[in-house]
């Protein structure tokens, strides 16, 4: 029997033994508790209330410009739609990078106001001070390596991270750091496959992938990417399983229609 059909909440520790056991780790993105219940009600290990909301739900060219208050707003939301998976929750650009006590503060509000059960990080040593102050207070921390999107005026591009070697031996040094530091997971983005596993097996504490290969301990999509409803991006990495685009625009389309030529509402729609 799986890890997950046993278990009926999940936790830090349950991410930690499908790793152990070899079962692989699924997670998506929510920002509303609409999209909670149905991803919870589909069978997700975690769900991350990832700062995407920033593009996918206001629109922004960059996940930098979304405040804690409104990332508090997005975790009140996904937690009232969840019964079963672990909610992380990132913690946005400028909350946790200039001192522990500012990222302590802006963790323990993503708590107590949000509701999550553990808060996401970008970065390895640059913010171990940070971390360390998170964890010690007995805040649970996924790290976030390779594409740190909230760098990306540092990296200028979205391009793929740690080709060279200098930047992959640093990556992998950072993934051990965090878990030396106790972080319960570390989310990989858009890294080659063979760092990607060099990673996973030289550290005991999850990995999840998001264009990083198939050597991940688990998976991770934002939610509007993995159902269609993005028409303009279209990574490698990416998977649709639905094209609700054109299936919104479609059925709207129809309502105009209907409305329009007095087909809606008909006899049986009126009271």
Excluded: W
């Amino acid at each position: 029997m799986s890890v997950h059909s046993e278990i009926k909440k999940v936790t830090t520790e349950t991410l930690r033994k499908m790793k152990f056991d070899k079962e692989k780790i699924t997670m998506l993105t929510a920002y509303d508790y609409t999209t909670a219940k149905m991803v919870d009600a589909g069978g997700i290990d975690a769900v991350l209330i990832g700062d995407s909301a920033a593009n996918v739900m206001a629109g922004f060219e960059t996940t930098l410009p979304i405040t804690l208050d409104q990332m508090i707003y997005h975790s009140q939301s996904v937690v009232r739609g969840i019964d079963r998976a672990l909610v992380v929750a990132d913690l946005p650009f400028g909350t946790y990078q200039s001192n522990p006590e500012k990222a302590l503060e802006s963790s323990v509000r993503m708590m107590k106001e949000g509701g999550a059960h553990a808060v996401k990080i970008e970065g390895g040593k640059e913010i171990s001070k940070s971390i360390k102050k998170i964890i010690n207070a007995g805040i649970p921390v996924m790290g976030h390596l390779g594409l740190t999107p909230q760098s990306i005026y540092k990296f200028g591009t979205y391009k793929v991270r740690a080709k060279e070697e200098a930047e992959a031996e640093k990556l992998i040094a950072d993934a051990q750091l965090l878990e030396e530091l106790g972080c319960f997971a570390v989310v990989l983005e858009k890294i080659p496959t063979d760092l990607a596993k060099k990673v996973t097996e030289s550290i005991s504490i999850p990995t999840i992938g998001i264009g990083a290969g198939a050597h991940c301990d688990g998976q991770v999509l934002v939610y509007h990417d993995m159902v269609g409803m993005n028409k303009g991006f279209s990574p490698k990495f990416l998977r649709r399983y639905l094209d609700l685009y054109t299936e919104i625009t479609g059925a709207v389309e129809q309502y105009v229609k209907d409305v329009k030529s007095q087909n809606f509402p008909n006899e049986k729609e009126s009271y």
